[in-house]
């Protein structure tokens, strides 16, 4: 389907998109707190961004609840880019260091480690 639509190919290799979600997911829970300032972050962009398409205060203020819901659902999603980013890096680097074989294991355990850590945390604060 890709090849019909791009004259050329993509070299899509399954253990690297495992390896990088995995460390994604790692870097994501265990720097909650780093996660949480991203998409407050992004959601305030959004919000500026989409105020300055209005002319309207009227309109502004009448459609406000839904567009704020919207952004806050956008700011979540895109909050993973940063850490999908620095995921991509952790994987390679354990891929040169240790091997390729290491990549998914090592994503694995840092999944289960930041799990823990981040349950720990959230335990300690309640």
Known sequence: MLTEIFPFKFALDATVIAGVSLWSLALYLGFSPVSEWVIEQLNRWFNFAERSLYTS????????????AQNSFYASLFSIVPFFLVGALCNYGVEIGLGRSWAISMGMIACIGSGVYELGRRDSRS
């Not at 309109?59 to 704020?68: K, L, M, S, V």
């Open 57 to 68: 205060a009227e309109e502004f203020d009448r459609t406000r609840a839904g567009r704020e």
